[in-house]
């Protein structure tokens, strides 16, 4: 949304005119007509062997989202890579790492802990001979990964 959109006030935003515009923000949240976020959603990607990092989506959040709004997002975006042909022009997502926020798990293994791979994939090939490893994947194979970060605090803290 457009800063003078948000604020209603209509005018240039020069000078004093930001504090008008300002106390308008103010009396809006003050309202709960819109709010601050809190934090931002960003999702980047990056291919293994290349130093490019595309990046997709940079969305505030004021974390009131759930896993349902969560999960929309995330395969919109995903969605998007693919119909706008990123999938060829770059490579099609077969990873999907999430950090340890709740939310972020619980979308992560709705989304892409859902369906055993078939033993006709490839994937399947190279993972089936590692006793213990997770062959649950998304559509299109998609696997989950975590932020080693909290894999690690989870390690240190049991």
């Not at 930001?18 to 960003?42: D, F, R």
């Not at 997709?56 to 042909?85: F, G, Q, Y």
Request: charge should be negative; charged fraction near 20%; proline fraction near 3%.
């Amino acid at each position: 949304m457009h800063q003078m959109e948000l604020c209603g006030c209509g005018k240039d935003m020069e000078g004093h005119q930001y504090v008008e515009c300002g106390a308008a923000i103010g009396m809006k949240i003050h309202n709960q007509e819109v709010h601050l976020s809190k934090e931002v959603t960003v999702i980047g990607v990056a291919c293994f062997g290349e130093d490019e990092l595309y990046p997709v989506l940079a969305a505030p959040t004021c974390k009131t989202e759930n896993a349902a709004d969560m999960e929309a997002i995330l395969t919109r975006a995903i969605k998007r890579w693919s119909v706008t042909c990123t999938d060829t022009l770059v490579r099609p997502v077969w990873s999907f790492a999430m950090d340890g926020d709740a939310t972020c798990c619980t979308t992560g293994h709705r989304l892409f802990i859902k369906k055993p791979l078939s033993s006709d994939s490839l994937l399947y090939a190279t993972l089936s001979d590692m006793p213990g490893l997770n062959t649950l994947t998304g559509d299109n194979e998609v696997t989950l990964d975590f932020d080693f970060k909290h894999i690690f605090e989870l390690c240190i803290l049991n």
